[in-house]
């Protein structure tokens, strides 16, 4: 689709895209990535510095407007989580933890077409039990069995502020 655009009396052909990386799209994806920023800076005590509410946002994302989103706001929140105080698991580790998270919402999305108490059970094992193995690289698994509750009630936390919120919006005709 093109547009014509006049400048300056100059006429100017552009195009418009109304692919998947629409205007509208980038800005709701970068608005979530802030308000992950904000989580991220919200932490839950852990062994580990990078516990917090960064993934409400993406994962609110990946059930209102969908997987992919919401993969790309969770896995940029984590890092911003994980920067914010240095990336105490490694770099590495922190970017492994980021692709796992952003499987596990895109998963979310898909489960809670089925059922959201089944996603929201089956993403909160996936993000605690699952992602922690990453820990056993660092600490075996002393650190895995320690760290384990902690990432279950963050993630129990995350995960059902984010159907909560998602519920509340949808019926309220916003989406």
Same mark, same amino acid.
């Given at each position: ?9 100059v006429?100017e052909?552009?195009e418009?895209k109304?692919g ?5 799209r980038?800005?709701?994806?970068a608005?979530?990535?802030a308000l992950?920023? =904000? ?15 960064d ?5 609110f ?8 989103e ?7 929140g984590?890092?911003?989580s994980?920067?914010f105080v ?13 692709i ?7 998963l979310?999305r898909?489960?809670s077409k089925?059922n ?7 993403t ?10 990453? +820990?056993?690289?660092?600490g075996g698994?002393?650190?895995?069995i320690?760290?384990v509750?902690? +990432? ?9 502020l ?6 509340? =919006? ?5 989406l």
């Open positions: 689709m093109s547009e014509t655009v006049k400048v300056d009396d006429t052909e552009t418009v109304r998947f990386w629409s205007v509208k980038v800005s709701y994806v608005i979530f990535i992950s920023a =904000v989580g991220a800076m919200i932490k839950i005590p852990s062994p580990i510095g990078s516990v917090g509410l993934s409400v946002p993406g994962f994302c990946a059930l209102a407007f969908g997987g992919i919401g993969a790309i706001v969770i896995s940029i984590h890092i911003l994980a920067a240095g990336f105490p698991l490694t770099l590495p580790i922190h970017l492994a933890i980021a796992t998270m952003a499987v596990w919402a895109f979310y898909l489960l089925l959201i108490i089944l996603a929201i059970v089956v909160v094992l996936l993000n605690g039990f699952v992602s922690g193995l990453l +820990l056993l690289l660092l698994w002393g650190l895995y320690g760290t509750p902690f +990432l279950l009630v963050a993630s129990a936390v995350n995960v059902i984010s159907a909560i919120a998602f519920k509340a =919006v949808k019926s309220s005709k916003l």
